[in-house]
């Protein structure tokens, strides 16, 4: 439901407007040094505001460390790290809780809880979350760095186009809204990390991947385009016994195990749904069809703020598939 991962485990909690948001991090090993400035460049990172097409709202986003770390060393015990929302505006969805805004989860929400969720800013549903998956994501990353394992994700075009600041000025104009490709690569990670079927690399990265609000689409290597190859192109040659090669159409995996390669795979981010621009949708008091424009702050481009996003989703998920690795005694150094 909220909790992903197996060994390393991280649930999120807490609503967009709620007095929090956060994570709950198991698994976590005893004597990792954790201080709240550790987290201070992701965190920033993920804020909105920091450019041109993010949303103003702009939380401190300063780790609350409630539990799991004694001494700035982590305790074994589980991680409860809390965000305080500060940098709320409630009014903005008043008018939007009776007419579900199109492209968000207002209306399923609704039907699904029985008009018991927490409809303002999203609420559960709502990107603020991303900012506990940061988090877990920095404490994820820390531990990966001891093996010398380091996640890099970057935004590679927005509408279609690389000329970034270009496509957001002209959404920005027109009161609408863009999405983007973001590509994300592992280095250091070792031949021999996941399984076969259900528990192959992709699935377990595509699992954690679909938890960031706005996904719609990952491919692993040459992806979709694999489908206009043929084999003898396709084909990644091997050089050596540590199994480089010469070309990497398969992303770093080959029957959902880690291959010694680069890890590369990259998402598709939709636009954001909340847009100026006038909309239909439905009014749940009368069910008449009712035009709807959305005001508020948010983002014209959320594909800027994923990239650190989907580096801490990663790193939980590679981190998750190592530690099952070792408990099995069957990694490969």
Same mark, same amino acid.
């Not at 029985?114 to 990107?127: P, Q």
């Not at 506990?132 to 010398?148: H, R």
């Given at each position: ?27 976590? =090993? ?32 300063? =780790? ?36 579900? !805004? ?143 090669? !010469? ?37 749940? !008091? ?48």
């Amino acid at each position: 439901m909220n909790t992903i991962g197996r060994l390393f485990r991280v649930s999120v909690l807490g609503e967009s407007h709620g007095e929090c948001v956060g994570a709950l991090i198991d698994g976590v =090993p005893a004597g990792l040094e954790l201080k709240v400035e550790d987290f201070k460049t992701d965190m920033e990172r993920r804020q909105g505001g920091r450019s041109k097409g993010t949303t103003p709202r702009k939380e401190a986003d300063i =780790p609350i460390i409630k539990s799991g770390v004694f001494n700035d060393k982590t305790t074994g015990a589980p991680l409860l790290l809390l965000f305080e929302n500060a940098n709320v505006r409630s009014s903005d969805y008043e008018e939007l809780k009776n007419t579900p !805004r199109p492209g968000h989860a207002d209306l399923v929400g609704t039907k699904k809880f029985g008009n018991n969720n927490d409809y303002r800013g999203g609420g559960h549903f709502s990107g603020r979350l991303t900012a506990a998956l940061v988090a877990a994501g920095v404490v994820a990353k820390k531990i990966l760095k001891k093996s010398k394992i380091d996640t890099n994700a970057q935004i590679i075009e927005v509408g279609g186009t690389k000329e970034i600041e270009r496509a957001i000025d002209e959404a920005l104009s027109e009161g609408d809204s863009i999405g983007g490709i973001v590509e994300c690569k592992v280095k250091g990670i070792p031949i021999g990390i996941g399984e076969p079927f259900f528990d192959s690399v992709e699935s377990v990265i595509s699992h954690a991947v679909f938890a960031i609000p706005a996904i719609k689409g990952i491919e692993f290597g040459s992806g979709f385009g694999a489908a206009r190859m043929k084999g003898s192109n396709h084909n990644d040659e091997i050089l050596d016994l540590e199994g480089k090669t !010469r070309t990497n159409n398969a992303g770093g995996i080959n029957g959902g195990i880690t291959n010694g390669n680069e890890l590369v795979f990259r998402i598709a981010v939709k636009p954001t749904s909340s847009i100026k621009k006038t909309k239909t949708t439905i009014d749940l !008091r009368s069910g008449k069809m009712v035009d709807i424009s959305v005001k508020g702050r948010h983002d014209a481009c959320i594909a800027l703020r994923v990239p650190v996003v989907l580096e801490a989703v990663t790193a939980v998920a590679i981190l998750d598939l190592m530690i099952i690795e070792q408990k099995t005694g069957r990694i490969i150094e």
